[in-house]
């Protein structure tokens, strides 16, 4: 059974950091491409990141370029995002995503497994 672990988030002030991790366990990943979403209440769930298990080149949503980067981490199986100048408009429940394929989607519909999330708060 797949299962996705979120850790890392927080309370952080503005210009800070935050590096969330997603685990990922029960099948092998290679096949998979792997997002992050985060959700704010009373909105849909957005695309923020992803990346090809295999390799290959990451995804970023437009306002995260440049503040946010995806990553693999095999010895650990684990996808990191690093997040690095915070805005209060970054606060959110992060979710880690996995879908079966190598195509990295935006759209949260096309993604088969999630786990739980993790909160983050960026304090003004």
């Known amino acids: 059974q797949v299962q996705l672990v979120e850790s890392g988030g927080g309370l952080v002030q503005a210009g800070g950091s935050l590096r969330l991790s997603c685990v990922a366990s029960?099948?092998?990943?290679?096949?998979?491409?792997m997002g992050w979403f985060r959700r704010v209440p009373g909105k849909e769930r957005e695309f923020v990141a992803g990346?090809?298990?295999?390799?290959?080149?990451?995804t970023y949503a437009d306002f995260v370029k440049g503040r946010f980067t995806i990553s693999r981490d095999f010895a650990k199986n684990a996808v990191h995002l690093q997040m690095n100048s915070l805005k209060p408009e970054d606060t959110a429940l992060y979710y880690c995503?996995?879908?079966?394929?190598?195509?990295?989607?935006?759209?949260?519909?096309?993604?088969?497994?999630w786990g739980q999330g993790t909160q983050v708060t960026v304090s003004s």
């Open positions: 995503a996995a879908r079966p394929s190598q195509v990295v989607l935006s759209t949260p519909a096309m993604y088969d497994y």
């Open positions: 990346i090809r298990w295999s390799g290959g080149s990451s």
């Open positions: 029960g099948r092998t990943f290679s096949g998979y491409a």
